[in-house]
């Protein structure tokens, strides 16, 4: 089954998402790639709240939620 890419602010807590693209300039875009939050990796939304925490590998990253709302993921 093909998922639409929606924005990582539509993800529950605890679900495992793969990124599908990041809507971002390229500054930002290229600062998540160097943290690990490039497209097609998986991650978890741990906490999706004011702020959203994405787990990446053994990572754990802050992204404000209109950051979080510009990168496009798939369930994993």
């Known amino acids: 089954?093909?998922?639409e890419a929606v924005p990582?602010?539509?993800f529950r807590q605890g679900q495992y998402v793969e990124i599908a693209w990041l809507a971002l300039d390229d500054a930002q875009a290229q600062r998540l790639r160097e943290l690990g939050v490039r497209e097609g990796c998986r991650a978890c939304v741990m906490l999706n709240a004011d702020k959203c925490i994405l787990g990446v590998g053994?990572?754990?990253?802050a992204?404000?939620?209109e950051i979080a709302m510009r990168l496009f993921a798939v369930p994993a």
């Open 1 to 3: 089954m093909q998922h």
């Open 8 to 10: 990582l602010t539509c």
């Open 58 to 61: 053994t990572c754990r990253l």
């Open 63 to 65: 992204l404000q939620r």
